[in-house]
């Protein structure tokens, strides 16, 4: 049985999907803008923002594997609207006006009436957008801080009166899609 | 002599079953699976996983998704599970364009009974009716009332948590645990559908989660995330509750990574002799004997064994002097999930995660002829807010959405669809010997379709649903009017009839091939038909069944 005990852990660890080597934050050209989207999505508060995790790293990864119909090109139709819109140097902005820029094109993508068409910057940002949120709140900081994490509820289960002092569980929701 | 009185092929949900009733009733058995050993608890490696451990945080690869997993994937596999499914690209079969079936399974010790669903519905005393009023199919050698209480038997074995209801006409009670309740978002549903529908009851599902603990399982700690396995055992699985019983009694051995290819059959005395089994890491044949066999290695894989079993005595399978063998498979009809938001609840909450939700019973053609379609079909729905995905979905940025996202965000609530499958001759399970696996088995042709029965029932039942989730005010959320492909309800089964007529069915009403009488095929081949529901309990219950039939007529020496 031990034999067959360990062939199963090498199984299981031969399926783990092979993932590219994460670059070092600042050396992949992409990082810095990665992160700064990150940030002006979910800015610190009283809990670090995007930029205070490992965010930036998951959304490198989602575009890379291709997640949520991401590309190279998802990213690069964003920043151009960006840098387009800032004049030429957008991550040199002040954060107000980045955070003014963003908006703009947030509130195009998800306009009741949209205006994104394929291959437009606005759609691209409808699906770069959940892999941000999703690489912030599957964080350990997004997840067990921001959020409650709560990997075992316990036997109680039953409706309750929401206080305003409740926060959300993050394990609500974890798997699926971005 | 054999060192064992009986052989158990595949150690899943009815495997397990086999293995603890036969060792119980004093037989020595061999219970074997064709993967590889999985140890309760310590080998639920991703159990425990925080998504911030995994590459993917708990989102699968889209390259896995789009091979290894092309089709596992539609069991709603995460980064969590994806583990315990089969490789798309190693355990291949055949299936027309017509059909498309999906076959989902889990190699490895425990089988699906790792990763099922867990709900747990007893048929209705209509559902062993229809084939014989209909026409369609085969008619049931027994009814209702001779499974009762090998359901009440199961239930109160595996533990099910759930309510009594009042028999309704398409639902029986059973023996339950205290029941997981309702969310308010479901409890405003089962309301608004009470006064609006005398004829139809929402109730809380019905699942092998405890509530209470038996033995050394525990209560369910609502985590929700039953398929990665439980360490706390509070589901149903071999691994927590069938192989530990079996194991208790010193007359059970396992042999796993042991594929069985084919059943050894002395035609002099109708016996099945042998079974032959490949080891499924070098490839090294050998046989193994006992007196008699339960074949439990699922409905499509049992029938293959019998199919691969043919020889000069028995040309067409063994088993097969019906024709029969392989025919009438089904699956239940997924006709979508409906959801809708539930405004005015804004400020419940529903305390952990439970792993249950809610079921409508058929409410069709339950008296007369109603519809257009023949049977029926059922609802199985869930609630809950919305998460902090939404943030990924809507407009806004910054401070004021990290804070929104703080608060769970609206209520919703919905069903999925289960149509009844009619049982049709020509959907049916075949082995093309000419073209073979990496263990050098020839492959499975599975060939199931939809027909416009199905169809019309379940846009019979998308417009109901519609309706009854309409009461709520909410918003509707859009939903594709089409039904899922075969397979993807997860619940295949048929192939091997049952019926006292060894010229028109394949086992009699003991689970017994008709042409080697000391062999038992008790999963899901079994059925004549599939009703509406899970049916992993009424696996379960006939399994039972057939193993205490099979040891009383082990000692009498039917099978000496």
Known sequence: MGGAVAALVGLMVARLPAVRAAQPPGRDPRYALVERLCDLVIPQTDTPGGAGTDAAQFVLLAIDHGMNGLDASSLELVSHALQAAAGGDFLNLPPMQQSRLLEALDARAFARAPTAVPGSPEMAWRSLKPALVAGYYTSEIGASRELVYEPVPGPERGNFVLTPDYRSRSNEDFGGTL | ?560
Not at chain 2, 121 to 132: C, D, W
Not at chain 2, 402 to 423: M, Y
Not at chain 2, 493 to 501: E, L, T
Request: glycine residues 12%.
């Open chain 2, 1 to 560: 002599m054999s060192e064992y009185d009986a052989i158990v092929a595949g150690s899943g949900i009815t495997g397990g079953w086999a293995a603890k009733e036969l060792t119980e009733r004093g037989l020595r058995v061999l219970l074997l699976e064709r993967g590889p050993w999985i140890e309760h608890r310590k080998d639920y490696t991703t159990e425990f996983k925080a998504p911030w451990e995994l590459p993917f945080r708990g989102f699968c690869d889209p390259k896995v998704l789009a091979t290894t997993k092309r089709v596992q994937r539609f069991a709603r596999t995460d980064e969590w599970t994806e583990g315990m499914f089969v490789d798309d690209e190693v355990d291949i079969y055949e299936t027309p364009a017509e059909s498309q079936f999906h076959w989902i399974r889990g190699y490895h010790l425990g089988g699906r009974s790792l990763m099922w669903g867990r709900h747990s519905y007893r048929m209705s005393p209509l559902h062993f009716k229809e084939n014989a009023r209909d026409g369609h199919g085969v008619a049931w050698p027994f009814g209702y009332e001779e499974l009762a209480p090998w359901y009440d038997y199961v239930e109160r074995y595996i533990g099910v948590n759930g309510t009594v209801a009042g028999n309704l006409p398409g639902l029986p009670d059973g023996q339950y645990q205290p029941t997981m309740g309702f969310s308010a978002a479901e409890q405003a549903l089962a309301d608004a559908i009470a006064k609006h529908y005398p004829d139809r009851r929402l109730l809380p599902g019905r699942t092998a989660n405890l509530t209470q603990p038996i033995g050394e399982r525990s209560a369910c700690n609502n985590r929700n995330q039953c398929a990665r396995g439980c360490s706390f055992g509070a589901y149903f699985s071999t691994q927590s509750s069938t192989l530990p019983a079996a194991r208790a009694t010193g007359r059970l051995t396992v042999h796993t990574d042991s594929i069985v290819e084919s059943l050894e059959y002395d035609a002099a005395r109708k016996r099945v002799v042998g079974v032959r089994v490949l080891d499924a890491r070098s490839g090294t044949p050998s046989v193994a004997r006992a007196r008699l066999v339960f074949l439990c290695t699922g409905s499509i894989n049992s029938i293959g064994v019998l199919l691969r079993s043919g020889s000069p005595a028995a040309p067409g399978g063994l088993g097969n002097s019906s024709g029969l063998l392989g025919c009438y498979v089904m699956d239940h009809a997924f006709g979508g999930i409906m959801l809708t938001t539930v405004p005015g609840l804004e400020d419940r909450m529903y305390r952990g995660r439970k792993p249950n939700g809610i079921v409508l019973p058929r409410f069709v053609n339950i008296k007369s002829q109603e519809t257009d379609f023949l049977r029926g079909y059922s609802f199985q729905g869930a609630s809950g807010r919305d998460s902090w995905k939404r943030g990924g979905h809507g407009p806004g940025i910054g401070a004021a959405l990290k804070q929104s996202l703080r608060q769970p965000g609206d209520w919703i609530v919905g069903f999925g669809i289960f149509a009844e499958c009619l049982p049709r001759r020509e959907n049916q399970v075949r082995v093309n010997f000419a073209r073979k696996d990496k263990y050098a088995l020839p492959l499975m042709q599975i060939d199931v379709r939809w027909s416009d029965n199905e169809r019309k029932a379940a846009a019979h039942a998308r417009s109901e649903a519609r309706a009854m989730l309409g009461l709520l005010g909410g918003t509707l959320l859009p939903s594709p009017d089409e039904l899922a492909p075969p397979g993807t309800a997860i619940h295949e089964m048929g192939g091997a009839c049952m019926g006292d007529d060894p010229r028109h069915t394949v086992l009699n009403r003991h689970n017994q091939l008709h042409d080697a009488p000391n062999v038992f095929v008790t999963d899901g081949a079994c059925m004549n038909s599939c009703g509406d529901r899970n049916p992993s309990l009424t696996y379960m219950a006939l399994t039972a069944r057939a193993a205490a039939h099979a040891a009383e007529l082990y000692k009498t020496g039917a099978f000496a």
